[in-house]
């Protein structure tokens, strides 16, 4: 069964919504009404074999914010539970001035199977070649957040050569405007942890359960070079704007009894 044939079957025709929207600037400056929008869709989806179903309106709202126009909200949220076949729109512009917002809100148009037909700019997905468009400009949304994606990446390098906090604190440190702080009550439990481990024969289990950790979670910590005053991210290792509160020493020797205790084990 075709994505239309539920709504055609039960009646007859493929339902069109009609979605208009105009700044009160742009009609006071080019006269651009609801009214004549609506004819021109109205008369497009007509011709082309479909039944109106509902026009929804945005009176004087600006394009730059979808989440505040009520009408369109109402239509994705119909669009999404099936109501219509496809969405008409004078131009891009009168759904989204952001290519970004364009883009990701018709590709979950199309995962509705709801299709998208744009007047002015000739932009549909119902056909073969409107196909290609939508993949055009999909694969051009998929570049834009490939290049956000890439320049993320970049700044948390950066941040980690320049000694910034990339996750959340580790026990033993708070976060405060995105530094790491040693915790005046937390840094001396840690301190406990690697002087107990080092000086008695507790087991890494029994060591766990007495501070409320699992076993993993005990040898992650010993491991945790952040201690050190050390920053680690994606494979490479920085010095830190924060203060140690392991030494050096101390932590050496806590690595080597853990490779023995984990010999041991294997």
Request: no cysteine; net charge positive.
């Amino acid at each position: 069964m075709s994505k239309h044939e539920t709504l055609s079957t039960q009646n007859s025709k493929l339902k069109a919504a009609i979605y208009i929207r105009v700044s009160t600037e742009e009609q006071a400056r080019q006269g651009f009404s609801l009214a004549a929008q609506e004819d021109a869709l109205k008369s497009y989806a007509q011709a082309l074999g479909y039944e109106i179903f509902q026009t929804y309106r945005d009176e004087g709202k600006s394009a730059k914010d979808m989440k505040h126009r009520p009408a369109l909200q109402q239509l994705l949220k119909e669009a999404e539970e099936k109501k219509f076949n496809a969405i008409f729109v004078y131009k891009l512009d009168r759904f989204s001035r952001s290519l970004k917002d364009l883009i990701l809100t018709i590709e979950k148009i199309k995962e509705w199977q709801v299709d998208f037909i744009s007047l002015q700019d000739k932009i549909e997905t119902a056909s073969a070649s409107g196909k290609l468009m939508f993949h055009i400009i999909s694969s051009f949304a998929e570049f834009e957040r490939d290049i956000i994606s890439e320049r993320t990446r970049f700044g948390m390098n950066e941040r980690a050569k320049e000694g910034g906090a990339i996750t959340k604190a580790p026990l033993g440190y708070k976060l405060i405007n995105s530094l790491l702080e040693p915790d005046l009550e937390k840094k001396e439990k840690v301190r406990q942890i690697f002087e107990t481990f080092l000086n008695t024969d507790i087991s890494l289990t029994k060591l766990a359960k007495s501070h409320n950790l699992t076993t993993r979670g005990i040898i992650q910590l010993l491991k945790n070079k952040t201690y050190l005053g050390i920053i680690k991210y994606a494979g490479q290792e920085s010095q830190g704007t924060h203060i140690p509160i392991i030494s050096q020493e101390l932590f050496n020797s806590v690595q080597e009894k853990l490779k023995e205790v984990q010999n041991d084990h294997n």
